[in-house]
């Protein structure tokens, strides 16, 4: 049995993927699976005979190719050695064309200031591209050139230039560029000047502009300008010379209303360019200049006083000034005239911004241009008259004072005076604020006030408020002075007690505090128990008994109304009167032998002043004697024994002796 033979899917979609011109690369897509092998056959279109390649990848290279002519293709698939091959279909493709070489450089035949005429050599171009540029510059200007002779314009005269050329084949191929051939054009006078114009003129002077012309190779030195009022053969009534780097120039000096021929030409190392088209121009009538430093001298509240510059280039006399003024957020402007370059704006409103301007006319009849518009605003008015101020928390001895801010008239108020007094009194308390709050402390309980007040700004102060009438509420009593001695003994104190200010309620009780032994001792009693409040005194009396003599108190008081007490009064000290000590009392008698007796007793009060010493007093039948000593401690020598003795004791301060004790009786032990 034979094995069966299997066809293979012939490749699609043959296609160049590289080529020169002596070499062409063609790829397909292959269909089958296993990878066949390819049989790859090429000729030259209108050949017969193919050759035929073998590969076994789906690509193929045609080495040997001729530039420029067409190959056809077609590849067969080849499953196995066993089966034919299937083929694709046949495709055509071109190799591609020599690219020339560098043409010789062209020849230059001739040089001019601007151009340069090129001789290209004979060959088989169908055309040439010429890249020139002058050497100080960095971009190639191209040209297409049709003819083997051509001539190049516009070039920069006096620089060295470089060109390059290349050219295209019949078939479309453009070459590489050859090498570079140097050359300079030539140098010459500057062109005329073409473009010269009038930038502006008036009645004395003409400002004209004009462009640079062509250098011509080398560099410009300045530039000359002729005027003259009547043109002859020759321009020399004005010649100005200016430097290459300005093409403005202001002529100065001119007479108004006058016809003037001006014209300007450039000038190089070489030589100078021809003179430009002549500028014939008429100068404008003779016009005052712009009235300058517009200033206001004194500013009032509907006033402003005005003084400005007049024009310096005076041609015709002034005639007369004009002035326009307007609000600020006006549009419409108010016109004065003026004789002098001064003017008072009245009428105005206060504290109200101006926009003025002033220009002049002279005796020709001619208006000046407008000076510079300036801004000037009237002062502001005082403060108008604040409402009645209003009073609120009012107490006893303080309160708070209010007002409404007046119109300020657009100056901001910065300070208020407020005023105030006890209705029965003349003179005016003063205070300030730079609010419209103002706490007033220090009043007059139970009074009745008046309170005014004013509003101040930059421009001074406004008139006072109307008079606001309050009462301030009554309060405890004041507090009070302290006691008064009247009379003092060495068991009582009798004081005077004057009444304070009740502020408003009278005193319904007094308090008197007296220090004894480290702790206030209070008495209170009733005022109005006894005396109608009409009546009521502005002092009382005060007596405190029983108390020991010769001892120091410390005394205070304090009145109460309605309302509460007052603050204690400050404290005073009295005494009462000093004596001599007291009856000595508690003497006690202990014998100690026959002869011997001890004496001891409590100290008796000193009644102001201390005791210095004792007397005792010693008697035993008919005889006496009597014994001193400083202390209440004693011990008595010498006795008669198994005797009744009798004693009695006194004590001495600075004031004397004080009263004998009672007599005591000691009988001692016999011995």
């Not at 050219?167 to 073409?194: K, N």
């Not at 005022?527 to 005060?542: D, E, G, K, N, S």
């Not at 008669?640 to 004791?649: A, D, G, I, Q, S």
Request: with cysteine; proline share 9%.
């Amino acid at each position: 049995l034979s094995p069966r033979k299997m066809t293979a899917t012939p490749p699609k979609n043959l296609h160049v993927v590289d080529q020169g011109h002596d070499f062409l690369t063609i790829a397909w897509i292959s269909a089958g699976d296993p990878p066949p092998l390819f049989h790859v056959q090429s000729r030259r279109v209108n050949r017969l005979e193919w050759s035929t390649d073998l590969t076994a990848v789906p690509e193929f290279t045609k080495q040997d190719v001729e530039a420029g002519q067409q190959y056809e293709f077609r590849v067969g698939a080849q499953t196995d050695l066993h089966s034919p091959p299937t083929y694709s279909a046949v495709s055509t493709f071109r190799a591609s064309y020599h690219v020339p070489l560098c043409p010789s450089p062209p020849s230059i035949m001739n040089v001019g200031l601007t151009t340069v005429t090129l001789t290209f050599p004979k060959n088989a171009a169908r055309r040439y591209e010429c890249a020139y540029r002058a050497v100080a510059q960095e971009n190639w200007a191209l040209q297409l050139i049709d003819t083997d002779e051509f001539t190049l314009e516009n070039l920069e005269a006096g620089q060295l230039h470089e060109l390059k050329a290349r050219y295209e084949t019949h078939h479309h191929i453009w070459g590489t560029f050859g090498p570079t051939v140097p050359f300079t054009t030539l140098h010459d006078r500057p062109d005329q000047i073409s473009k010269f114009w009038c930038v502006s003129q008036g009645s004395d002077f003409v400002h004209v502009g004009w462009e640079a012309p062509l250098a011509n190779g080398r560099a410009l030195s300045k530039y000359e300008l002729e005027c003259c009022s009547k043109p002859g053969p020759h321009w020399y009534e004005e010649t100005v010379q200016m430097p290459p780097s300005t093409t403005r120039y202001v002529m100065t000096g001119l007479t108004p209303t006058q016809a003037y021929f001006l014209r300007c030409r450039a000038v190089n190392e070489v030589g100078c360019g021809e003179w430009s088209q002549a500028l014939d121009l008429l100068t404008e009538p003779s016009v005052p200049g712009q009235p300058m430093s517009l200033v206001c001298v004194k500013a009032e509240t509907h006033s402003l006083h005005l003084r400005w510059q007049p024009p310096q280039d005076i041609i015709s006399p002034i005639h007369k000034h004009l002035l326009q003024y307007r609000q600020a957020d006006h549009s419409a402007w108010t016109s004065a005239d003026a004789l002098d370059p001064t003017y008072c704006l009245t009428a105005l409103q206060p504290a109200t911004t101006y926009q003025v301007r002033v220009y002049c006319q002279n005796t020709e009849g001619h208006f000046s241009p407008f000076s510079t518009h300036a801004s000037f605003t009237t002062l502001s008015t005082r403060p108008n008259t604040p409402a009645a101020p209003l009073i609120t928390q009012l107490s006893s001895r303080e309160c708070t004072v209010t007002w409404t801010p007046p119109f300020d008239h657009h100056a901001e108020i910065t300070q208020y005076h407020l005023q105030s007094r006890p209705l029965q009194v003349d003179e005016w308390e003063d205070d300030w604020s730079e609010g419209t709050t103002l706490m007033k402390r220090g009043l007059l309980p139970n009074s009745t006030y008046l309170a005014i007040v004013r509003a101040r700004n930059v421009h001074g102060w406004g008139p006072f408020s109307e008079r606001t009438v309050f009462q301030t509420q009554i309060d405890i009593p004041e507090t009070p002075l302290p006691p008064e001695l009247i009379t003092a003994t060495s068991s009582s104190l009798q004081m005077l007690l004057r009444q304070p200010p009740t502020n408003g309620s009278p005193v319904a009780w007094y308090r008197v505090s007296v220090l004894i032994n480290g702790e206030w001792a209070e008495e209170t009693w009733d005022a109005l128990a006894t005396m109608p409040v009409h009546q009521h005194p502005i002092a009382v009396h005060y007596t405190r008994f029983h108390l020991p003599s010769g001892v120091e108190y410390q005394v205070r008081f304090a009145c109460k109304n309605e309302v509460g007490s007052s603050d204690w009064s400050p404290i005073v000290t009295f005494s009462t009167l000093c004596e001599v000590p007291d009856v000595v009392t508690g003497i006690e008698t202990v014998p100690i032998n026959p002869t011997t007796l001890q004496l001891h007793w409590p100290i008796p009060p000193c009644n102001g002043h201390p005791i210095h010493k004792y007397e005792v007093e010693v008697r035993h039948s008919t005889h006496t004697r009597c014994l001193t000593r400083p202390s209440a401690d004693w011990l008595l020598e010498g006795l008669m024994p198994n005797t009744k003795h009798t004693l009695r004791v006194r004590a001495y301060n600075p004031m004397g002796w004080g009263e004998w004790s009672n007599v005591v009786c000691c009988t001692l032990p016999p011995s």
